[in-house]
């Protein structure tokens, strides 16, 4: 076998492996996409009902609103008096 050969053959190996990789590489980018549009289509749902909500209860979510801020405002005194 000449060095000819050996190149030929080293870069037939080198092709194939590329390829592997490429395609390795185009099914985790198909996945990641996948993954996104079923989190986008995840939170777009969620949205709409949330939408929803607050048209058919707006007091209920204005109170809903008003308790979880003062929550928040109530656990970031509480926070800061501890420093």
Do not use: C, I
Not at 12 to 22: H, I, N, P, T, Y
Not at 56 to 70: E, F, I, K
């Amino acid at each position: 076998m000449g060095h000819s050969d050996l190149y030929a053959t080293a870069t037939e190996a080198s092709r194939q492996g590329l390829q592997k990789v490429e395609g390795a590489a185009r099914r985790g980018f198909d996945q990641l996409a996948d993954g996104v549009d079923r989190v986008r289509t995840q939170v777009a749902r969620a949205s709409d009902r949330t939408v929803g909500y607050v048209h058919d209860a707006p007091v209920r979510s204005a109170l809903v609103v008003l308790a979880a801020g003062t929550l928040v405002y109530a656990l970031v005194r509480a926070l800061n008096r501890n420093r």
